[in-house]
């Protein structure tokens, strides 16, 4: 049958959409898959694709990921957005980017970090002034490095409520309320100098868990020598933040930490079902180099790439929590520890030997298996639970590490080794049972077989399917992957290279998503898309619908607390009092005015704005611009803000809305005279 060009563009007859993905529109002959021949279509459609030179395959593609206007994604994924210190989030199978959430960067069209309290206040709270170089202290940071988020589980499946994401730059973790979907705090871990494994939650997020990377210096006595007594000065730290289940905010005086020894911690993982109350944390240098290249030591690559193994962390929380209940821990910078003598002798922390320079450690969705990437290792490394539970009973150790840390035997508790091609990395599970490991060397994706009871068929433990990607994939994402009851359907290849995927738009490249249709017998490559906003990290990939976002804030919402705000300002009450230097201002907003208009105060006032977008409309968002005072603020309807600086430059500014809000958009302004 003939699809026509608006079946094709309007979806209204999807059933004709699904026989051509089916394979209506078969191969033709001359069609090798990669372009230029036959589309096979009749008619308009058949007129375009040929124009083209589109293929038979690259139609199908197409209508894969084609989401017609007015329909919605089935899935979201939440993206690090790298050194941009964002969030991502991006709709599949259409791969469009549908928002930035500004997390630990300020972000202009949110207004977040220009003067409205909610992300003032996340900047300040999320800067520890202990932790900065005095000749830095500037203020709050306004930047992070954002790599591994986390959404909020409950009985280890996604439940749509928050999300979290680590600083790797700064040792900091943010929460996203994606009620909102704004940014409501910023914790500045103690004892956290950088953080990469984190984060990730418990089954029922009752934690959130963030890690040290590069160990923390501990011992300040002599920080020159420091690196000479590597081994007594610094230590790594397993943090635990416990999570408050009605906002979702970190609750740090009830949160503790686990005291590691100074080996690099990396990516880590939290077991469920038959591993629940397990995290799982790799670490590459165990060799504990140091670098000194100039000195005629070797560098950190070469000295922490000698050893034969590195060590995986095995820590039992809920025995760590008992230890806690039981006062055994020390205070040290506001934070509950068990030291690393506490930890070995109370039997809740135990070492792994894995492949060399490990990058990913990823628990199966039964929580049986712990799936490994070495990076110098062309094989993954499965690991067995049961089998680690059994070694522990049964003190089954190789060895005890230099801080008295058991070793456990890894004969007795690896279940499977698969060799996938180079430089694995991170894994993802499907709903059939399968793993797909990414090969940053291959640059390709690896799929295989688990075992019972993850996989219950033939060839356990087995390669089944490898797809070249482009280029240099790191980490990647299968729908609902870090679940129990993972979707599959899709995969997301995150690849560092693009090269010559895209037009050249100058010397830094984009980086390139790649979606992945995991229903074909073969992994199939549907779409690229080019990410030129940092460099993301990780992502996770929710359902569309369990996500239950506000359409519109309720009258007067302060969104720190997600109630009404006793401050805020409906139409009528709106004015300006003065009381000694201070000046505050009761503003109202509405299309298209801002009432008042203009505000008188003197120079070296302190002015509090209160302010109140008193829209009920969905979407009728508006600005609040103050030139030359760097406040730019966005209030979504209903949403109400604070804003506090002092009148410290004369002169008349124009206050306007930033946001085009109506035909008389222009005309939204104001006056605030200093004077």
């Not at 994604?73 to 928002?99: A, C, N, T, W």
């Not at 560098?299 to 820590?315: K, L, N, P, Q, R």
């Amino acid at each position: 049958m003939a699809v026509t060009r608006r079946e094709l563009i309007t979806g209204a007859a999807a059933g004709a959409a699904g026989l051509v993905v089916g394979g209506v529109v078969g191969k033709v002959a001359g069609d090798d898959g990669g372009g230029g021949g036959s589309s096979g279509l009749s008619g308009d459609a058949g007129d375009i694709a040929n124009a083209r030179g589109l293929a038979a395959d690259d139609v199908a593609r197409a209508v894969k990921t084609f989401v017609p206007p007015g329909k919605f994604d089935e899935y979201f994924i939440f993206s690090s957005g790298g050194h941009s210190g964002q969030i991502l989030v991006i709709g599949v199978p259409s791969m469009r980017i549908l928002k930035v959430i500004g997390v630990f960067s300020p972000e202009p069209w949110q207004g977040y970090g220009y003067g409205a309290d909610w992300g003032e206040e996340n900047f300040i709270s999320g800067t520890d002034a202990g932790k900065k170089p005095t000749s830095a202290a500037r203020g709050p940071l306004t930047w992070g490095d954002t790599h591994h988020p986390a959404l909020s589980e409950t009985g280890g499946e996604y439940d749509g409520r928050y999300i979290y994401i680590n600083d790797r730059a700064n040792g900091r973790i943010a929460m996203v309320d994606l009620r909102d979907f704004k940014t409501k705090q910023i914790v500045d871990v103690p004892n956290l100098d950088s953080s990469h494994g984190g984060c990730f939650v418990t089954p029922n997020t009752d934690y959130v868990h963030i890690s040290t990377m590069t160990p923390t210096l501990v011992n300040k006595t002599n920080i020159h020598s420091a690196l000479d007594n590597y081994d007594k000065a610094f230590r790594g730290f397993s943090t635990f933040l416990k999570v408050d289940p009605d906002n979702g905010k970190m609750l740090v005086n009830e949160s503790f930490q686990v005291e590691l020894p100074p080996y690099t911690q990396d990516l880590a993982d939290s077991g469920k079902l038959e591993s629940d109350g397990w995290v799982f944390i790799n670490s590459y240098n165990a060799e504990m180099a140091t670098g000194g290249n100039l000195d005629g030591k070797p560098s950190i690559e070469a000295g922490a790439s000698a050893g034969d193994y590195d060590y995986m962390h095995v820590i039992n929380w809920r025995k760590a929590e008992e230890v806690v209940k039981a006062g055994k821990t020390s205070t040290i910078n506001g934070m509950k520890v068990i030291s690393l003598e506490t930890a070995v002798e109370e039997g809740l922390l135990y070492l792994m030997p894995e492949p060399r320079s490990p990058h990913g450690i990823d628990v199966s969705p039964s929580g049986t298996y712990l799936t490994v990437g070495g990076k110098l290792d062309p094989h993954v490394t499965i690991y067995n639970i049961n089998k680690v539970k059994a070694a522990i009973e049964a003190k089954d150790y190789e060895k005890i590490d230099p801080f008295g840390v058991p070793i456990l035997k890894f004969d007795s508790v690896m279940e499977a080794r698969i060799e996938v091609g180079a430089g694995p990395l991170h894994t993802q599970y499907d709903d059939k049972g399968h793993g797909y490991t990414s090969l940053f060397v291959a640059s390709a994706v690896a799929k295989f077989s688990l075992g019972k009871p993850d996989y219950d068929g033939p060839n356990p433990f087995t390669l089944v399917d490898t797809l070249p990607v482009h280029y240099n994939i790191g980490h990647l994402c299968t729908m609902e992957g870090d679940t129990i009851k993972p979707d599959g359907k899709y995969l997301v290849a995150l690849n560092k290279w693009s090269i010559d995927r895209f037009p050249a738009v100058g010397t830094l490249k984009p980086q390139n998503f790649q979606l992945v249709d995991l229903t074909t017998e073969k992994m199939d490559i549907i779409t690229d898309m080019p990410i030129g906003i940092g460099e993301p990290h990780y992502v996770q990939a929710i359902r569309a619908d369990k996500i239950k976002s506000w359409e519109v804030y309720p009258p007067g919402t302060n969104p720190v607390t997600m109630e009404p705000d006793p401050n805020a300002i409906s139409d009528g009450n709106e004015g300006v009092t003065r009381s000694g230097n201070t000046v505050t201002v009761k503003l109202s907003i509405t299309r298209s005015r801002f009432k008042p208009d203009i505000i008188k105060v003197n120079k070296g006032d302190k002015v509090i704005m209160h302010l109140t977008n008193i829209e009920s409309t969905p979407d009728a968002t508006h600005g609040f611009a103050i030139p030359r005072y760097n406040v730019n603020i966005s209030l979504d309807a209903g949403e109400y803000t604070k804003l506090e600086f002092e009148a410290d430059a004369p002169g008349a500014f124009a206050m306007y809305c930033t946001e085009f809000c109506s035909a008389l958009h222009l005309e939204m302004q104001g006056w605030i005279l200093v004077a």
